[in-house]
């Protein structure tokens, strides 16, 4: 379960005098700071699946890298099963899979050795790293190839690899910021299926994406962030509104119609 | 940390772009030196000692008989000069390689018409052995006017030496050869050291940061429960390995092939100032280069986790070649030795620590004191390292 409240996070702008007038013109931009994120709250239970939705710049990637720790809050609340991830990092860190559309691998490493050096910082022991492995490579159907350097591998070999090592440390919720940018049709299909598999199995997820169609067919909350805040928040159904699109509903909240 | 070390050296040892310029390189560098120094000087001297030289003399008819002598050398060869002609023309030219011009007391007796002159025209420019060649002619003339004011005068033999030298200034070089040498080419060592000790270290340490940002493996890291210390910690331990195997590899390789080198081409030079060097100084030499390669291993991941992408990160560390050349050059320039200021001068002062550890002259006291400096200054930059590597501005840029 994970709770998100008020959550903000700022950066120095480093060169002000460097700003276009469109930049300036930004109510995030306060003073000497850019809010990526001023106000972000969102909740996720057990078994769903939360589609983060926004235009570029609107904040996701930041609030996502908050939320798995990689950043740190300015403002707000972030509890993962109860844990305050400001007070307690690292167990945040244990309990959050991270996976992203552009996270790479290890080229010179296998794919065995990619999932497992992970496995390796994440505490597991040898023995249990190596039967992990074994494990999620008869889940992805990777025998064939996990001993090969990855950097011989297909988008879709590249992307089960990857999906593998976010979670050989069987976290409690998974991460996914934008995991089907860039990916061919076959790679995409590997990362919905792995969404369907983390739902059946009750993990919470929390997905963010550009492609509606993906969130329309996986997705069961929808929040949708604009301007660095929570625009929207509602399940599924309600997002559709009456025979509405994707696309229209869409646009109708970004527009404050919705 | 450990695994963080383990992995990135298996990754390390994978890469042939880094070994090539921790291994292959260093071991390279030195039979090319030792060997294209030793190959070229030793063929241009054989030649300029076995070339025929093409000469010409003006005023000839006051000395034909030591004409006669040289012209009957077969390694030299007569040229007519036509009158009237721009002879240093024709030297500039190479169309002469000397030309020699005696006065009219050449051949007279030294007690009758004085002090004679040969004046010797070349271009002394280039490498050559004319003046050497030409010196035993004017040597053996000079002699045998001796023996003949000599003889004129009745000196009884045992005085000549004397007569000709009546006070000798006898020089006595307390400096061993190894000092001599070590003077001569000591700077020349730590410059090859230094460079391939961070040319060692660029390829990883550029990867290790930089290219994990541009891979995106970078943030996947960041979010496993390892503090952040502990992560650049591990990185900047397999840059170091990097840097101080390329330095082994370098002093290795130097040894190595300096005496292989030395006995094969019978360079007895090379060989000699190898074997001099007491295996103390090779062990000292390499001590002294822990700090500076973490000099180099923080400074150089520094560099590379502010740059965005690996390319990036290369364009600043070829900045860093320039900026380390200078405090080395300044070790390399005549009069700058291993004290006052020079002692503190980071870089410089242990270029010149190891100039005079090839020497022989290093005082082992004030080693400590550079060795101690070198190694704040290191643990500086590496605490600035791990300062900038916790930095969100720098990691996501």
């Known amino acids: 379960m994970i709770t998100v409240k008020q959550l903000a996070k700022r ?40 589609g983060l939705l926004g235009p570029n710049g609107a904040g996701k990637t930041t609030t996502l890298r908050v939320l798995s720790s990689a950043l740190k809050a300015d403002k707000g609340e972030i509890a993962i099963n109860g844990h305050n991830v400001a007070d307690s990092p690292a167990i945040a860190r244990k309990s959050i899979g991270f996976l992203s559309g552009n996270t790479g691998l290890y080229g010179r490493l296998t794919g065995r050795e990619n999932i497992s050096y992970f496995a390796r910082l994440h505490g597991m022991s040898a023995k249990e790293t190596e039967h992990r ?13 996990l001993d090969r350097r990855s950097e011989h591998y297909s988008s879709g070999m590249k992307q089960k690899t990857a999906i593998a090592r976010a979670v050989v440390h069987s976290p409690s919720v998974v991460v996914l910021d934008e995991p089907t940018t ?47 805040r929570t625009q929207y928040m509602n399940d599924i159904a309600q997002f559709r509104g009456a025979g509405q699109s994707m696309n229209s509903a869409f646009m109708n909240i970004l527009r404050g119609e919705g | 940390m450990w695994l963080v070390v383990q992995k990135e050296l298996k990754e390390l040892l994978r890469d ?25 000087t030793s063929k241009a001297l054989d030649d300029a000692q076995n070339k025929v030289l093409k000469f010409a003399v003006l005023g000839g008819q006051h000395h034909p008989e030591l004409v006669q002598q040289i012209s009957d050398d077969a390694s030299f060869e007569l040229v007519s000069l036509a009158e009237p002609t721009d002879f240093k023309q024709q030297i500039r030219d190479k169309q002469l390689d000397f030309v020699i011009e005696l006065d009219a007391n050449a051949a007279g007796a030294v007690l009758d018409v004085g002090q004679s002159t040969v004046t010797l025209y070349l271009n002394d420019a280039g490498l050559n052995m004319v003046e050497t060649r030409i010196k035993e002619y004017v040597a053996t003339l000079n002699e045998n006017k001796r023996q003949q004011a000599f003889e004129t005068l009745s000196v009884p033999e045992s005085k000549q030496l004397a007569l000709l030298k009546p006070v000798v200034l006898e020089k006595d070089n307390i400096a061993e050869a190894r000092e001599n040498w070590g003077e001569k080419i000591g700077g020349l060592i730590p410059y090859m050291l230094f460079i391939l000790c961070l040319q060692g270290a660029m390829v990883p340490a550029s990867d290790l940061a930089a290219g994990e940002k541009e891979r995106g493996t970078l943030e996947t890291l960041l979010l496993v429960p390892l503090d952040r210390t502990q992560l650049v910690l591990g990185k900047f331990v397999v840059v170091l ?22 006995q094969g081409m019978a360079i007895t030079f090379i060989q000699d100032m190898m074997t001099q060097i007491a295996v103390i100084d090779y062990i000292l030499m390499f001590v002294m280069l822990v700090p500076v390669a973490s000099i180099f291993a923080a400074i150089l991941l520094s560099l590379s986790i502010y740059a965005r992408s690996y390319k990036e990160a290369q364009s600043y560390m070829s900045s860093l070649i320039l900026m380390v050349i200078l405090p080395i050059v300044v070790a390399m320039a005549p009069g700058i030795t291993l004290e006052g200021i020079w002692a503190w001068v980071p870089l410089t002062n242990v270029a010149l620590a190891i100039k005079e550890l090839i020497k022989g002259t290093m005082d082992y006291f004030a080693l400590m004191g ?28």
């Open chain 1, 11 to 50: 950066f120095r702008v480093e060169n002000p005098k460097k700003l276009t007038a469109q930049e300036k013109a930004d109510p995030r931009l306060k003073g000497p700071f850019f809010y990526s994120v001023e106000d972000v709250s969102f909740h996720c239970e057990k078994g769903q699946v939360l």
């Open chain 2, 16 to 40: 042939r772009k880094t070994l090539f310029f921790m291994i292959a390189l260093p071991m390279l560098v030195f039979p090319a030196m030792f060997g294209a120094i030793g190959y070229f």
């Open chain 1, 133 to 145: 492995v074994q494990e999620l490579s008869d889940m992805l159907d990777m025998d064939a190839w």
């Open chain 1, 182 to 228: 860039g990916l061919d049709i076959m790679a995409t299909q590997t990362v919905m299926d792995f969404i369907r598999h983390l739902k059946a199995q009750n993990t919470p997820v929390i997905f963010s994406t550009h492609h509606l169609d993906e969130v329309a067919e996986l997705c069961d909350q929808v929040t949708v962030i604009n301007l660095g």
């Open chain 2, 370 to 397: 550079i060795l101690t400096s070198t190694l704040v200054i290191a643990g500086g930059l590496l605490a600035f390292c791990v300062y900038w590597f916790k930095q969100e501005k720098v990691l996501f840029r």
């Open chain 2, 241 to 262: 390995i990097a840097a101080i195997v390329a330095a082994l590899v370098t002093i290795f390789s130097m040894g190595f092939w300096g005496l292989m080198i030395g």
